[in-house]
């Protein structure tokens, strides 16, 4: 499965953009660091940034403070949106970092589960195409998703949960 990783680096943290660029310097596979000045730092920019950089046919948006468990969860993303077309958002299950299972309820009113959590989610680059970007509007923490999920669904789309993915936030 080819793989390419794009991170998006505010510079707040000196000692966060040196280890980027050593990772960058010792890796085969280019990994591009997309600058975004503090000033205009929000997640959903870093997102949107790091978005417009990538090439691959599945967007996966990850949090830096995300584990995922279990070996094989990328390809199992791209997996659900082989198998099922009509998919246009997939999250993980969520836990917390108990293993607790969490439930996070969407700060907005939507048509969804309650599953919505902003942490760990991937979108096929056909429906990001059609619906980006993430709504840069949006200053609260988590549920970045969420308006996302909403315009996927308005063209047709259905939203999925990855059970075969747990995401543990640390």
Request: aromatic share 8%.
């Amino acid at each position: 499965l080819p793989l390419q990783i794009v991170c998006v680096d505010s510079g707040l943290h000196p000692e966060t953009t040196q280890y980027l660029h050593g990772l960058t310097n010792h890796r085969t596979v280019p990994l591009p660091v997309v600058p975004l000045p503090e000033e205009q730092w929000t997640f959903v920019r870093a997102l949107n940034a790091g978005a417009s950089q990538a090439t691959g046919d599945v967007l996966v948006f990850s949090h830096s403070g995300v584990q995922v468990s279990g070996s094989g969860w990328g390809a199992a993303f791209a997996q659900a949106f082989e198998t099922n077309p009509s998919l246009g958002l997939v999250i993980p299950s969520l836990r917390d970092s108990d293993g607790n299972p969490e439930n996070v309820i969407s700060p907005l009113t939507l048509p969804l589960p309650s599953w919505g959590h902003g942490q760990l989610f991937a979108v096929p680059r056909w429906m990001w195409d059609k619906v980006a970007p993430l709504e840069e509007g949006y200053t609260g923490y988590g549920c970045e998703e969420a308006d996302l999920a909403l315009r996927c669904r308005k063209h047709g789309a259905w939203v999925g949960e990855l059970v075969d993915a747990t995401c543990v936030v640390v």
